[in-house]
């Protein structure tokens, strides 16, 4: 294997960048699901159909899941880099992890517009 | 008082062990270093760096009751006995407290720690105001024992590409230095996912460094300035 070079790699601060920024954005959301539900008085089937039936919350959740993904993506991917040192198991681990979380940003739009 | 001193010989001994120690000595306002060289007195085989026995030089760092610090100025009634001693973590054993600390200085050589400046040298000095000079306080008191590196649990998992908390800070005590004209460059040399990045923020450096200082927010700086270039 080669070694690799002391000098930077050129990237990581946008990665980093947006671990904050993702998980601002679901931190505001979260905050807001929970108070939206605090102040209703009765919480059933219908609130919650009321509720994901505009388009604005549904585009909101699937912001969410997209940070979610991405906020996941990135440290799951950090600590891959740590304890998985062998190349090709690292990319398998790498490819597998991006497959399943796209899988689930696919399956999210169809659980928020399926219905 | 009683010692539980990590021992290890690698030409002797097929594996590290622990020896126990006992003083007659009262802690009084001793510090742990004055107690260690008492021990070396019973038995001249344990082995220790150590120079200046005052927290300047750095040589003494070892892992004390489980915390990084520096033996000579660690009083010795703070700790609780039994006192356990084991070298720095994450760093290979030479010799009991001894450890190798090539890794560490090959990080800390790796930011080019020393002023760039390519215009001529003035005749007297390179000046700054007094409000410049503030910006490397907190920075230059380092003296690089190694107490924060080896506390940071990203620098025992890749000690090879992460820089590490001391390591860091002597790059934002050059960045930081309004005399360097080498910034663009040595933001380039750290943006990288193991280089600055695999600091995950433990703050344990922050715990541990015997001179008070904070890697932690001086790696923030030079994330800071990063994320201002980039926008």
Known sequence: MVDRVVTGAHYGLRDWLIQRISAMLMALCSVALVVYLL??????????????????????????????????????????????????????????????LLFYAIWSVQILWGF | MKFRIYR?????????????????????????????????????????????????????????????GLACITPLSSLKQPIELRPLPGLPVIRDLI????????????????????????????????????????????????????????????SD?????????QAYRFIADTRDQATAERLDNLEDPYRLFRCHTVMNCV?????ELNPT????KIKDLMTRRMV
């Open chain 2, 99 to 158: 450890v190798d600390m090539t890794q560490f200085f090959k990080q800390y050589h790796s930011i080019k720690p020393f002023l760039i400046n390519n215009d001529p040298p003035p005749e007297t000095e390179r000046l700054q105001s007094p409000e410049q000079r503030a910006h490397l306080n907190g920075l230059y008191e380092c003296i690089l024992c190694g107490c924060c590196t080896t506390a940071c649990p990203s620098f025992w998992w890749n």
């Open chain 2, 8 to 68: 290890y010989n690698p030409d002797v001994d097929a594996a590290p062990y622990m020896q126990e120690y006992a003083l007659e000595a009262e802690a009084g306002d001793m510090m742990l270093l004055d107690a260690l060289l008492l021990i070396k007195q019973q038995d001249d085989s344990l082995s220790l760096r150590r120079s200046c026995r005052e927290g300047v030089c750095g040589s003494d760092a070892m892992n004390i009751n489980g915390r990084n």
């Open chain 1, 39 to 100: 102040l209703q008085p009765r919480l059933d089937y219908d609130v919650w159909t009321g509720l994901f039936s505009s388009q604005v919350i549904r585009a909101l959740s699937l912001m969410f899941m997209i940070s979610l993904f991405y906020h996941a993506w990135i440290g799951v991917r950090d600590v891959v880099m740590d304890y998985v040192k062998p190349a090709g198991a690292r990319l398998v681990c790498h490819v597998l992890v991006i497959l399943a």
């Open chain 2, 217 to 220: 927010e001086a790696i923030g």
């Open chain 2, 207 to 211: 715990d541990v460094c015997p001179k």
């Open chain 2, 161 to 169: 590409k992460f820089v590490g908390p001391a390591g860091l800070l």
